[in-house]
């Protein structure tokens, strides 16, 4: 029997499962394998037999290092949040840019500010180029910015300055420990939230607030068609949600 799991740390409150059991009417296992140690979850992975799993924080950019062929959205953004057992390998890809697009839809605007350096930022930029948009990435580490803007041939601005920008689309991507960084440019912007399990932009004033369970509904649109080669129903999913 085919069974599937997700890995990540913490992963209390995840609606992955719900998602999952919606979409195929339950007629597929869905575990939660919560493991702080990357190598741990893998192992998991490996040795309980798993048809395939989801990648979520912290783990997506080990996941890239540890399969063995890539999708070419998983190659070009450097993260992976969902592998796959094929043909004798491990295929790793990444759907959250299928999220982003799918949650944002369109128009989008022509500008987009990312904040945020890690596997959904990626994700978020790589999908906001798609869509058209001037992109500007900015985090908490100046390092990891430039590094990032570099990898997309977009540009770098520090949290502190962002307030001067005027996006028509802001994607936020930081967790929830993290304090939200003042003077963002959020009044006149669609906003799109990374996190759902516990938002930090809900509650301010925008031009129009998108949950992450939209992302995380669409990138699972995405993946479980990967994993099982059916349509899953995004009817029953939505009213999961």
Same mark, same amino acid.
């Given at each position: ?27 597929? @296992? ?13 192992? =998991? ?11 979520? =924080? ?30 004798? =390998?491990?295929? #790793?890809?990444?759907?959250?840019? *299928? ?9 989008? #605007? ?15 930029? =790589? ?11 900015? #985090? ?17 601005? *520090? ?25 963002? @440019? ?56």
């Amino acid at each position: 029997m085919k069974r599937f799991a997700l890995i990540g740390h913490p992963l209390a409150g995840s609606l992955s499962p719900v998602l999952f059991s919606a979409a195929y009417d339950g007629r597929y @296992p869905y575990d939660l394998l919560d493991y702080p140690a990357f190598e741990d979850a893998w192992m =998991a992975f490996l040795e309980e037999g798993y048809t395939g799993i989801n990648v979520t =924080a912290p783990f997506k950019q080990d996941a890239f290092a540890a399969v063995d062929r890539l999708s070419p959205a998983a190659r070009l953004t450097g993260a992976v949040n969902l592998v796959v057992r094929r043909g004798g =390998a491990l295929w #790793g890809y990444n759907t959250d840019v *299928d999220g982003v697009q799918g949650a944002l839809g369109s128009p989008v #605007g022509h500008s987009a500010l990312v904040v945020g350096t890690g596997g959904a930022a990626r994700a978020a930029v =790589a999908a906001c180029l798609q869509l058209g948009c001037e992109v500007t990435v900015a #985090g908490r580490s100046p390092e990891k910015v430039s590094a990032l803007a570099a990898a997309f041939g977009c540009s770098g601005c *520090d949290l502190g300055a962002c307030g001067a920008l005027q996006p028509s689309l802001v994607v936020y991507s930081l967790p929830s420990s993290a304090p939200v960084p003042s003077g963002l @440019p959020l009044a006149d912007a669609l906003v799109l939230e990374a996190e759902y399990k516990r938002p930090s932009l809900d509650q301010v004033q925008c031009r129009r607030y998108i949950s992450g369970r939209q992302w995380l509904l669409w990138q699972a649109m995405a993946g479980y068609k990967l994993f099982t080669g059916e349509e899953p129903s995004l009817e029953k999913m939505s009213a999961a949600l």
